[in-house]
């Protein structure tokens, strides 16, 4: 398993802009694909964003040209960059540690992070 740390939400208005980062540890960071996931109060857990050890990415259709995922394997760190943020994007951000494949939906997700809450404000 890898230690992961998520910080950078926060509260800000609709239209604005967040960029939220993951810090890994404890397993080789830059072998490991990422991904980003969301939970608003009352839903199911949502996947939002992965980038794979290779650097592939891909996006859930909810936020797909709005928000940019990105890694830095030279500090062990995943960005989630957000732009143009809506109320319904209001959640607390979840980052995981897994296996993201591009050509399929089976992901496996063997670590968390604790959330970050993210609040945009009409």
């Known amino acids: 398993q890898v230690q992961l740390v998520e910080s950078g939400g926060g509260l800000v208005q609709a239209g604005d802009s967040l960029r939220l980062s993951c810090a890994a540890s404890?397993?080789?960071?830059?072998?490991?694909?990422m991904g980003w996931y969301r939970q608003a109060p009352g839903k199911q857990r949502e996947w939002v964003a992965a980038?794979?050890?290779?650097?592939?990415?891909k996006y859930g259709d909810s936020v797909k040209g709005r928000f940019t995922i990105s890694r830095d394997n030279a500090k062990n760190t995943v960005y989630l960059q957000m732009n143009s943020l809506a109320p319904e994007d209001t959640a607390v951000y979840y980052c995981a540690a897994g296996t993201f494949p591009i050509k399929s939906r089976s992901y496996y997700v063997d670590s968390w992070g604790q959330g970050t809450q993210v609040t945009v404000s009409s």
């Open positions: 404890g397993r080789t960071f830059s072998r490991t694909d």
């Open positions: 980038i794979t050890s290779g650097g592939s990415t």
